[in-house]
């Protein structure tokens, strides 16, 4: 995978995961156009379309874009699968997850993101590991402070 | 000072804004406060400040002033700042940033830590973006942990030696000794990032490939996890929709893949496993398909045997019934991929593919108009051709250029009958006539030409098309040049294809006048409409004056290639009435050239094979390789009348490039007959100087006069005189008027005169006066022949002589050397 965003009906951005090396203009660049793509498409349409040398794998989850930019060798359906994966995860985080617990708290969204893949593939397969693992990060994340300053 | 806002408080704040000017400025004052926390370097809330940042990173605010204090955040000692820290430096940090290389300690530092969430943050962040430097410093690291016990940093390490061997792939070499247990783990973690590992290492290095398939046996090792995969009963942990860890499944069946292609070895030892998952997977949700997919795509990469194939294809087939979308979408794809292969196999599902024309996706629409025009073949062209043409009716504006291209070639390989062919194309000349690619015009005029029987058809067919509408450039363009050359036979009612229609010579020239003053016709249809009622003169019997008004009406015309043509024309009815039906007679059939121009051109230097030509299917004209041999054997007697008549449109005579390469050493070097690329459209040689001739300035006029003339051939009573011209302005052009005598006592009959050139010069032959040359030297032939030398070479010719002479035919053939220099230099 070379990137992941995530973003509102609106456009606006809510995630984004980078997984290649280009400059700020070019991942702002790379943004606005591919988010004008996909909410361009309609609901019939299917979830891949091509994008330069790339393919593009979209789904949405309520008002949220979950879209996954792979090379032209990976598996478009179990990308599908990653971007479902991901969501479950948020879920059961969250609890019922929604737009508003990712814009409040997108850094968690992010170390989440960040057990479940790496460098763009998938690390763990197994969601109760991911968790299990979120859990204690955040445990030791209240042991340094005896009160948390962030929120 | 007061605490800096909490982070839940800021977005909240920034949220209400109503106007984006609002938020910029809640932005700034924000930025401000932090600016001046950072200067006052606060380390108790310099996470807090940080994390605020990044928020605003993501609105699209500039955040670089926030770069150095995430590498202290990732220097502090507490778990909530590194984790922040490492956060914004995915972020900020990139390896483009100067400060880039600056965390490289602190992650080499992190990557020994005590506890593994602190080495898991330090190893996420060094394999999502490190750089190549970083990599290099910190590859031991990283294969230290790939050695460790603790699942947990061991995937992570895996994932991280894949970026470090993709910026740095000279380092792959010292993973290899730890990647030796990996597969035994248990944990599926572990065994997922190792099999991407793995199959990082087998695509970028044959060598290590070879490695894996025989020294580690890595084929039977994944086989057997496979197939526990498969056949273990449900895991709560792994399973998704009654599948046991999908991912993981993907990944292995993807590095067999590799491990199978070009190898019988490896392909043999996956045979049945690749089997079992394809027949037993669960179809009814995404997850089963996805797996199939990867499996298909799996048995048609690597040398399986043919049953498993025809059960991939079937796997397919199904794909393309199924409700999702996303299935036919991928289905579609792979087809797209195995067509060439496996035609037969594809071609049994047809009728499912030309059904997805019709689908509401654009995507898949476009994967089934490239499928459907590669399983066109002699049996299936009348069927297909009909639904080709209803998509193309239908479809988005998008596709129709490369239908259009797509069916003309389809027709073109496959037509059933001449007369489908032309029908054909107009219906696509009718129905998209606008979106047909420039390129197409002239392949599809000389299609017409050489379709000789059907010329009254087609004629009257394009004329009654361009009546209603002459919008639609390529048609109108298409139509014009038809009507000029055919005009007689519309007024004369000759068709028998079907009922011919009654139109008067007004009625045309009507209907062109109107395309020439229309504002929908470009200045090129313009062009091909003036040609054509020029053309018409010699066609037409009383309107010869309406043409030659319409004629002179342009001579003023704003459009200088109009008002060049039209100049000419009128030169032509004043000064040189006497050649007008020559020049303008009917267009000799074509040789159909393919190459795409000069860069195919093949360089034999002095080699007399010509390059072997790419194979394809054999256009309706004569072959390439036929042209080779008619430039060595021009002379004897084909059909190609020799002289070319001047064509004063933009149809380029390719049989003016065989007369090229008479002359002594046999170069096929200019030949026309070049490898063409096999989906190109075939296009036709244009001398180019033909037209420049005529357009950048009037010759005839502005010569160059007291250059000597001289004896070209003096044989049998026969003398052949040169006079020469030259233009001031193009130099590069030499006028030469042959004069032939015969001072015998019989006539010379049939007489045909025929010359080449070297390569470097191009040649024009004009009609000549007569095919007699009477006896006693009581008349001439006269005939006027245009040489191009831009390189001002010694001019040089070689000439043949046919001619019937007391009863017997005669034939020879000279060389002319002994041109004046003031002819060519």
Partial sequence: MQFMLLFSRQGKLRLQKWYVSLSDREKKKITREIVQTVLARKPKMCSFLEWRDLKIVYKRYATLYFCCAIEDQENELITLEIIHRYVELLDKYFGSVCELDIIFNFEKAYFILDEFLLGGEVQETSKKNILKAIEQADLLQEISYSTSLLC | ??????????????????????????????????????????????????????????????????????????????????????????????????????????IKNDLNHSTQYVQGLALCTLGCMGSSEMCRDLAGEVEKLLKTSNSYLRKKAALCAVHVIRKVPELMEMFLPATKNLLNEKNHGVLHTSVVLLTEMCERSPDMLAHFRKNEKLVPQLVRILKNLIMSGYSPEHDVSGISDPFLQVRILRLLRILGRNDDDSSEAMNDILAQVATNTETSKNVGNAILYETVLTIMDIKSESGLRVLAINILGRFLLNNDKNIRYVALTSLLKTVQTDHNAVQRHRSTIVDCLKDLDVSIKRRAMELSFALVNGNNIRGMMKELLYFLDSCEPEFKADCASGIFLAAEKYAPSKRWHIDTIMRVLTTAGSYVRDDAVPNLIQLITNSVEMHAYTVQRLYKAILGDYSQQPLVQVAAWCIGEYGDLLVSGQCEEEEPIQVTEDEVLDILESVLISNMSTSVTRGYALTAIMKLSTRFTCTVNRIKKVVSIYGSSIDVELQQRAVEYNALFKKYDHMRS???????????????????????????????????????????????????????????????????????????????????????????????????????????????????????????????????????????????????????????????????????????????????????LLSPSSSVVPAFNTGTITQVIKVLNPQKQQLRMRIKLTYNHKGSAMQDLAEVNNFPPQSWQ
Avoid: W
Avoid at chain 2, 48 to 65: C, E, T
Avoid at chain 2, 703 to 718: D, F, Q, W
């Fill in chain 2, 1 to 106: 000072m007061p605490a800096p806002i909490r982070l839940r408080e800021l977005i909240r704040t920034i949220r209400t804004a109503r106007t984006q000017a609002e938020e910029r400025e809640m932005i700034q004052k924000e930025c401000a406060a932090i600016r001046s926390s950072f200067r006052e370097e606060d380390n108790t809330y310099r996470c807090r400040n940080v994390a605020k940042l990044l928020y605003m990173h993501m609105l699209g605010y500039p955040a670089h002033f926030g770069q150095l204090e995430c590498l202290k955040l990732i220097a502090s000692q507490k778990f909530t700042d590194k984790r922040i820290g490492y956060l914004g430096a995915m972020l900020l940090l990139d390896e483009r940033q100067d400060v880039h290389l600056l965390m490289t300690n602190c």
């Fill in chain 2, 582 to 764: 020559a020049l303008l007679e009917r267009m000799p059939v074509m040789e159909k050239v393919t190459t795409n121009g000069p860069t195919e051109i093949v360089q034999t230097n002095g080699e007399t094979e010509p390059a072997p030509l790419e194979t394809k299917p054999p256009p309706s004209g004569p072959q390439p390789t036929s042209q080779a041999n008619d430039l060595l054997d021009l002379l004897g007697g084909n059909d190609i009348t020799p002289v070319i008549p001047t064509a004063p449109t933009s149809k380029p005579a390719s049989a003016g490039g065989e007369l090229l390469d008479l002359l002594g050493d046999i170069n096929l070097t200019g030949a026309p007959a070049a490898a063409p690329a096999p989906a190109s459209v075939p296009q036709v040689a244009q001398p180019p100087f033909l037209l420049d001739g005529l357009s950048s300035q009037p010759l005839f006029n502005d010569i160059t006069t007291g250059i000597p003339s001289i004896t070209a051939y003096s044989k049998n009573g026969l003398k052949i005189e040169f006079t020469f011209e030259r233009s001031n302005t193009n130099p590069s052009v030499t006028v030469i008027t042959i004069q032939a005598s015969n001072s015998t006592e019989l006539d010379m009959t049939d007489f045909v005169f025929q010359a080449a050139v070297p390569k470097t010069f191009q040649l024009q």
